[in-house]
């Protein structure tokens, strides 16, 4: 049985997680970290890593940047591997995270949903085929708490585009005024309101057609199921760096 921490356990993902949890064969939690310390349900809560004392295995991270550093000071004390589930991280947080890769595994991605990660790969070959002759254009849509714009997952999805041009082409984000004609930039455009909980499209608009691929998320239940195959996968990884794409790899 794995052992997972699940920091941000009392924020709607941690719930879901539980969740899942609860009938799961394979791996449980055991305690989480939050703001406050206590009982979330039957999973013991702790203000700080330092006062953990259950065994971890893995750690499932769906809180927030500020916690990042005493979050892979411990893991990296405690050799416990960690999946990072929040977006939002600045270039200190990114140096941090890559140091601590290469003392355990670290899992990482913006989106663990495993249709969003195949649409990644649709886009890139989609891009490669199409080519120049068709502009990109992001749409993505959440809710009205969301507080990065664009999304992680959006970027991903521009990456990825933008590697079958040898990322040469640059991001565009939104447009206003007299802007003049469109360029050879890939655009990224966000959309915040209601309880939308994640829908992103990747338009190709060429001449006299336009292709598109989307993916919509009913339920943040996609993502929690996600980050427990990726806890399941990273358990006894040596040091490194890893994504859904391992993941996919072993489907």
Known sequence: MINILICGIRGKMGANLI??????AEAQAVCGIDKTSGMCGKTPVYASFNDVKERVDVIVDFSSPAVLKQETDWAVKHGCPVVLATTGYGEDDLKIIENCSKKI????TANFS???????????????????????EIIEKHHNQKTDAPSGTALMLAESANSAFDN???LLYGREGAVGKRGNEIGLHAVR???????????FAGEDEVISVSHSAASKKVFAAGAIKAAKFIFGKPAGKYDMTDVLKNL
Do not use: C, M, R, Y
């Open 105 to 108: 595994a670290v899992f990482k």
């Open 193 to 203: 309101g209601g309880t939308i909980v994640g829908e992103h499209e990747v338009v």
């Open 168 to 170: 040469k082409k640059p």
């Open 19 to 24: 969740s899942l949890l609860e009938n799961d």
């Open 114 to 136: 495993l249709g969003i990660n195949l649409l990644v790969k649709l886009v890139k070959q989609a891009a490669a085929v199409l080519g120049e002759d068709f502009d990109i």
